[in-house]
């Protein structure tokens, strides 16, 4: 399975960004996608998760109401909306997968998952 981040960028507080996670290789078995972030100095650590079966969703506390997972299964594609920014958001942002229909109760722990894609880079200035 490959997985291939893009959309970061630097972002005033307040503004928005969309990031892309493209994924592609897996043949036998259904995918739950999830994006974690990793801030300087910091653990890496689970933003939300979506399945692809059935569009079931979670967030991390600290997202909720401002960020929103959505898939596009035609184009083999997650994004994650992240509107409302703030400073405190910034960090490399990863998308990662682990083979399942469904989002499970340990979706933002990182040994969850089997497969990681490159980071993308969000900068949100205050």
């Known amino acids: 399975v490959q997985l291939q981040a893009s959309g970061g960028g630097l972002v005033q507080a307040g503004g928005s960004l969309r990031l892309s996670c493209t994924v592609s290789?897996?043949?036998?078995?259904?995918?739950?996608i999830a994006w974690f972030r990793q801030a300087p100095g910091k653990e890496r650590e689970g933003i939300s998760c979506?399945?692809?079966?059935?569009?079931?969703?979670a967030y991390a506390d600290s997202v909720k109401g401002r960020f929103t997972i959505s898939r596009d299964n035609a184009k083999n594609t997650v994004y994650l909306q992240m509107n409302s920014l703030k400073p405190e958001d910034t960090g490399v942002y990863y998308c990662?997968?682990?083979?399942?229909?469904?989002?499970?109760?340990?979706?933002?722990?990182?040994?969850?998952?089997?497969?990681w894609g490159q980071g993308t880079l969000v900068t949100v200035s205050s």
């Open positions: 290789g897996y043949r036998y078995h259904d995918i739950a």
């Open positions: 990662t997968a682990r083979e399942g229909r469904t989002v499970l109760s340990n979706w933002s722990r990182r040994e969850a998952y089997d497969y």
């Open positions: 979506i399945s692809r079966a059935d569009g079931s969703t």
